[in-house]
C-alpha cells in the first residue's frame, strides 16, 4: 500500500491514472483546498494541521511509504485544525512555512520520517514524465537562446538559500522575471511585451540543494500556451529533474508555433 499524499496541480492526476492501470494498492491523503480526490473511496481530505490523523491513517492501512504530488499551499495558521501531533510540531511547521512552500513540505517530509514513513520520488510511478537531455522539437534554440539560458541559469544559481524559484524568464541577455509564490503562469503573464513578438526563455530548474523527491519544476501544454501568449520563444528545463505533462499536445504545439523545447 502506498500512501499518496495530493495537493493542487494536475500532476497528482496523472500518477493516479498510472498506478490505477497498473492495479497498485493505494490510499490518498487529500490536502487540495477543495479535495478534489473526495469522490474515491480510499481519500481522506485532512487538515495539513492533522498529524495524528495522517499518520493514523497511514499506519493502519501499513502505507510505510508515501509519495507528494501537487502543490501544497501555506496555510491560514489561524484557521488551520490542530490534532495533538499536530500542536506537537506546530512550532517546526511554523518555522518552515516562514521560509517557503518547498521549506514546508521538507518539513513535513521529516515529521514523516520520525514516525518511521519513508517518502519517495514523486516521479517513482511516472518515470516517462520526465526527458533527457536532447532537443525536443523541430525549432532549436539559437545563439541569442544559449546566452539567454547562460544568463537565466546563472540568475537562478545566485539566489539566496531560502529562494525556492524554480523559474527565470531571460529575453535580449536579460533576467525580465524570476517565478514567485504565485507560479509559472503569473510571471509570465507579467512578460508581455507589444514590442516583442517571439524571443526569450523560459527556465524551469530545480533549486540548488533541492529534495528530488518532491516539488519537481513542472510544464506542460498550459505551460507552452502561456509561453505563446508572453511571446516567449522556448522552454528549458534539467535532465530528468522535472515533470513534463502533455508531452505529445506540448511537443504538436511548438512545432506548430516555432518554439523549441530543450532539456539540458
Do not use: W
Not at 501537487?70 to 511554523?94: A, N, T
Amino acid at each position: 500500500m502506498i500512501g499518496l499524499i495530493f495537493g493542487e496541480t494536475d500532476f497528482p492526476k496523472a500518477i493516479l491514472q498510472n498506478i490505477r492501470k497498473k492495479k497498485v494498492k493505494y490510499l490518498i491523503i487529500d490536502l487540495s483546498k477543495k479535495k478534489i480526490y473526495k469522490k474515491f473511496n480510499n481519500s481522506h481530505g485532512v487538515s495539513i494541521g492533522e498529524f495524528g490523523k495522517i499518520v493514523k491513517i497511514l499506519k493502519v492501512n501499513k502505507c510505510k511509504k508515501v509519495l507528494f504530488a501537487g502543490r501544497v499551499l501555506k496555510p491560514h495558521f489561524s484557521k488551520l485544525r490542530l490534532d495533538i501531533k499536530g500542536v506537537f510540531y506546530f512550532p517546526r511547521i511554523i518555522k518552515s512555512s516562514k521560509l517557503g512552500d518547498a521549506a514546508l513540505l521538507k518539513e513535513i517530509i521529516k515529521i514523516l520520517k520520525d514516525e518511521k514513513i519513508q517518502t519517495i520520488s514523486s516521479i517513482a510511478f511516472n518515470p516517462e514524465l520526465t526527458l533527457k537531455k536532447g532537443n525536443y522539437s523541430k525549432i532549436k534554440p539559437d545563439h541569442h537562446d544559449f546566452n539567454d539560458i547562460k544568463i537565466g541559469l546563472k540568475a537562478l544559481n545566485n539566489l539566496n538559500k531560502y529562494n525556492f524559484s524554480q523559474g527565470a524568464v531571460v529575453r535580449k541577455k536579460r533576467v525580465i522575471a524570476i517565478e514567485g509564490k504565485d507560479g509559472t503562469k503569473k510571471m509570465l503573464q507579467k512578460c508581455k511585451s507589444k514590442k516583442v513578438k517571439q524571443a526569450g526563455v523560459l527556465i524551469k530548474f530545480p533549486k540548488k540543494k533541492q529534495d528530488l523527491r518532491i516539488d519537481l519544476p513542472t510544464v506542460g501544454l498550459k505551460t507552452l500556451i502561456q509561453c505563446k501568449n508572453a511571446g516567449v520563444k522556448g522552454i528549458v528545463l534539467k535532465n530528468k529533474q522535472h515533470v513534463f505533462l502533455e508531452q505529445k499536445k506540448s511537443i504538436k504545439f511548438a512545432n506548430k508555433n516555432k518554439m523549441f523545447i530543450t532539456v539540458k
